[in-house]
């Protein structure tokens, strides 16, 4: 499904991107083990384009493309099959959280210190945590904190609020 960035634009961008770049050079990038050795080594040109060029649905597809996602993973003493949604469920969570960082970036350069979170994808069953936050303003920069770092896993404001939660942040 596709997302609805509200403040995804040119100037957007750079702050993501920015944000990209400092994840690089911290040696901080998450890069998921479900990706496979050929996914692993194409991923950050892949994010690179998908941040300048695209969105979160291309670089799934892009993902899912020439096994870039392994078929199985590991879970104590057995393996499992990585499911068919696995792409689009890093491409998304990955975009979502560098659109956030970017956009707190944005915010803060523009003077603004709230954002506010809305809905930025319809899921069938909304999570009762991620209806409440719906409507809600958040600190750009503790935000911004918060998600540089905990990278790739769950914060501490609980945004984006998990997997395939389809929230989001905009200007307010």
Known sequence: MIMLFENLDDRTRQFIMAEVELDITKAKLYVSLRLSEIGRKDYVNLLKEAISSHDETWFAQQ???????NLTEQRKNTTVKIPVTAAETLAEGEFNRFYIRGLCLRALDEGISDLEVYRAKDVINPRPNSQAKIGTKVKAEKLLEDLR???????????P???????SVKLS
């Open 63 to 69: 993902l899912s493309l020439n096994s870039r996602i």
């Open 149 to 159: 770092v905990n990278p790739g896993i769950d914060t501490a404001l609980g945004l």
């Open 161 to 167: 609020n998990g997997p395939n939660s389809g929230l």
